[in-house]
């Protein structure tokens, strides 16, 4: 991730469809993508967590990010986030590119738990966890606030075991 990445990103998380669940607001100005890296600088120095952008092979171009943030050492545990642009939906990109962050948690990095939280109106991005694997653990009930509205989230969680289960 680097400063060069913010222009493909600003079409990324400048589309109200792709941040229409996420928690926080769709990027309307250069300053909020300079904002945004200012915070993910910020979390990787602290060492809590990284900021990966998604590349597209042939244009190289930045189509997406996958956020490791929440990095507990003790419990070797960590949650996911991520977002991909709207020309990308629907072909297995982000199933790829999930996989790969994953196989370099649970092997590389010797991580033993993967959590994300999904708002339940999220239909792609449920099925998405439940096929790599994810285990569906609970809805909390109005956990999040954003764009004003209180909403649940679904809470999944995978183990290195079940990934190693799944990904053969």
């Known amino acids: 991730m680097s400063e060069s990445d913010l222009q493909d990103l600003m079409?990324?998380?400048?589309?109200?469809?792709?941040t229409k669940y996420l928690p926080y607001g769709t990027w309307t100005t250069p300053e909020d993508a300079t904002a945004w890296l200012a915070r993910m600088q910020v979390l990787q120095a602290s060492?809590?967590?990284?900021?990966?952008?998604?590349?597209?092979k042939s244009s190289k171009s930045c189509i997406g990010t996958v956020l490791l943030f929440k990095l507990d050492?003790?419990?070797s545990r960590v949650e996911l986030g991520y977002v991909l642009a709207r020309r990308n939906w629907g072909q297995g990109l982000m199933k790829e590119g999930l996989s790969a962050v994953l196989d370099h948690c649970f092997e590389s990095a010797g991580l033993r738990r993967i959590e994300a939280e999904v708002n339940p109106e999220n239909i792609s991005s449920n099925k998405l966890l439940s096929?790599?694997?994810?285990?569906?653990?609970?809805?909390?009930?109005?956990?999040?606030?954003?764009k004003g509205v209180a909403y649940d989230t679904n809470l999944y969680g995978l183990l290195a075991p079940e990934w190693r289960t799944s990904a053969s």
């Open 11 to 18: 079409s990324v998380n400048g589309d109200q469809e792709v």
């Open 73 to 75: 050492e003790v419990s």
């Open 47 to 56: 060492g809590s967590g990284v900021q990966l952008v998604i590349q597209e």
């Open 131 to 146: 096929v790599l694997g994810f285990t569906l653990e609970g809805r909390a009930r109005k956990r999040w606030v954003a």
